[in-house]
Nanobody, 122 residues
Framework: QVQLVESGGGLVQAGGSLRLSCVAS?????MAWFRQAPGKERELVTR????????YYADSVKGRFTMSGDNAKNSVYLQMNSLKPEDTAVYYC??????????????????WGQGTQVTVSS
């Protein structure tokens, strides 16, 4: 059982920045940030595969969001810059503990954080 603790989030004006943090209690093969806006499906924002140090970004956040992390500390961070109202959502940290190259969907992850609200006002 892996527990995830998220922090960060909040209310910011468009163009502003926020930083999210996530610490896992156990080892992970992949760690990711998803988000879910009201009435929409949960979508992948970014994820890292520790074995290859490979980071993926959704097109909607490329150039604005940066994922970083510390494998030894089972921690990831999401720096969000140039935020837009359409970035408003609950952001979730997720972990996959086993090897897979299919790690772009929510169903591929087996542990989740409680979620943190990000609200961007126009």
């Amino acid at each position: 059982q892996v527990q995830l603790v998220e922090s960060g989030g909040g209310l910011v004006q468009a163009g502003g920045s926020l930083r999210l943090s996530c610490v896992a209690s156990g080892r992970a093969f992949s760690m990711a940030w998803f988000r879910q806006a009201p009435g929409k499906e949960r979508e992948l924002v970014t994820r890292i595969r520790w074995s290859a140090d490979n980071i993926y970004y959704a097109d909607s956040v490329k150039g604005r969001f940066t994922m970083s992390g510390d494998n030894a500390k089972n921690s990831v961070y999401l720096q969000m810059n140039s935020l837009k109202p359409e970035d408003t959502a609950v952001y979730y940290c997720a972990v996959r503990t086993t090897y897979s190259t299919t790690d772009y969907a929510a169903a591929n992850y087996n542990y989740w954080g409680q979620g943190t609200q990000v609200t961007v006002s126009s």
